[in-house]
């Protein structure tokens, strides 16, 4: 094999494998942490930081991480990244108390922060020709949608057999296996010698960390509480003062005449509603087939096995329909594929069997491997290569601030509906009215399976309060995925032919002659 062609495949190989440990970090905790509450003695509420505080540190660093990257090096911090993060994971897997676990966290939530907008504009930079980057970045999103897919079903049996540490664990010999590749294979890149927008990077991190804490929290504290509206209050603030200081100064770490490109807004749009729909909606499938399904965390876990396999399919087809054909076809393709599928999931109740509903999961994960490598495509295919850092933390940012904004207004509609749906029959068991809203907020927050512990009549109208709740939930998921269809349909819309000019009315010297 050419040299030149095999550095450029071991480059592959390194971002790959790197993008697949921290989309799997998104995702394998969750099923660690009934056992981390267990042996770190701590409930609901340190629990969520132990997710919450990861996300609040990458979504409000991610945007400061790809300005930095064009600042000193995107290969440089793409390394320092790779290594915190590495850190964090060790630092995880040793934590004896919630407190260390929920800093290693924070610190894993930098790293990821860091090596994420570096990992796209690196791969942009190794693969100059359009259709051979096409078919990289399509390899590069495959490996990334696996890692979100291959999560629950590795995780599962990891804590089951080898403790809740294991999740963590796993992430350092692919790290140091990343960092030793990196160091060997990925080029030194050009940096742009322009001014550390300062104010900004404090602002967006303010404002987005702000956004992030509002969201999260305001499902379990209430959306009237003072510590949620103080917060939601800052994060207008930040980030209007972010969006003021971004069109003045003359360095910007966002360009906001990014969002002036209906293609680059568009892509940027479907990822975020992606992560609304079908990450929001995950967030509580495993509370009904674990705790109203009664399946244990392996066997749900290896449910979405026919999932990932559709996404190991879609990603690489899409990079190449995006090579050939653009953009539009496969996202709108697969936004109206998600918001079928979380329509399809809603037609089953906690009794159905598995085979019943196989099909949505192979449409589900044919719809989300179908969006994530146009995305990146077009993004990268229509920004400069001095602006690379910059449009990949974007839309990263604003991916997981869907998948967030998802979990919150989901969280919300679905425990709204379940309060409402367990008022009449609750009462009539004699359950006083303030206990109502308390067990619609444990079964939340808890997991269904906290009702086995109420009374058996109890217990059974709270599992079907569940579901008819969390149907729901699925139905506004799925309408608005396909509102977004609609939207994103319309701004990839192809640009026009410019018209020819009319033609000139010939003069009195342009006429012929006549004999």
Known sequence: MDPAARRKKLALGTLCITMFMSMLDNVIVNNALPRIGEQLHTGVSGLQWVVEGYSLIYAGLLLTGGSLGDRYGRTRVFKIGL??????????????????????RMLQGVGAALLA??????????????????KAIGTWSAFSSLGLAVGPVLGGPMV???????????????????????????????????????????????????????????PARGWTDGVVLGCAAGAVVALTAFVVVELRTTDPMLDLHF????????????????????????????????GIMGWTPSSAGLAGLPMTAMLIVAAPLSGRMTARKGPRIPIVAGLALCAVALGGLSLYDGHAHYVAYLWVLFVLGFGMGMTFT??????????????????????????????????????????SRLSAVLAAPLGR???????????????????????????????????????EALHLSLRCGAAGLAVATLV???????????????????TQQDAPAHT
Not at 83 to 104: E, K, Q, W, Y
Not at 117 to 134: K, Q, Y
């Open 429 to 467: 068991l004699g359950v006083p009215s303030g206990a109502r809203h308390d067990i619609a907020n444990a079964v939340t927050n808890s997991g269904a399976g906290q009702a086995s512990a109420l009374p058996p009549a109890i217990h059974t109208v709270v599992d079907n309060g569940f579901v």
């Open 259 to 290: 969002f002036k490109d209906r293609v680059l807004t568009g892509a940027v749009v479907s990822g975020f509603m992606i992560s609304f729909g079908v990450f929001g909606t995950s967030f509580f499938l495993p509370l009904l087939m674990q």
């Open 488 to 506: 994103v349909a319309y701004l990839l819309r192809p640009a026009p032919f410019p018209a020819a000019p009319p033609a000139a009315e010939p």
């Open 117 to 134: 907008p570096g990992s796209l504009s690196i791969l942009r930079h190794v693969f100059t020709d359009d259709t051979e980057r096409a």
């Open 374 to 415: 146009p995305v990146s495509i077009a993004v990268m295919m229509r920004v400069p290569p001095t602006k690379a850092g910059m449009a990949s933390a974007t839309v990263n940012t604003l991916r997981e601030l869907g998948g967030v904004v998802g979990v919150a207004v989901l969280g919300a509609i679905l425990t």
């Open 83 to 104: 290594a915190l993060f590495t850190l964090g994971s060790a630092a995880a897997a040793l934590s004896n108390s919630i407190g260390l676990l929920v800093a290693a």
């Open 160 to 218: 089951q057999h080898l403790g809740w540490a294991s999740v963590f664990w796993i992430n350092v010999p692919i790290g140091v296996l990343g960092l030793v590749m990196a160091s060997r294979v990925l080029p030194e890149l050009a940096t742009w010698a322009k001014r550390l927008d300062l104010p900004g990077q404090a602002l967006s991190a303010v404002g987005l960390g702000a956004l992030v804490y509002t969201l999260v929290e305001g």
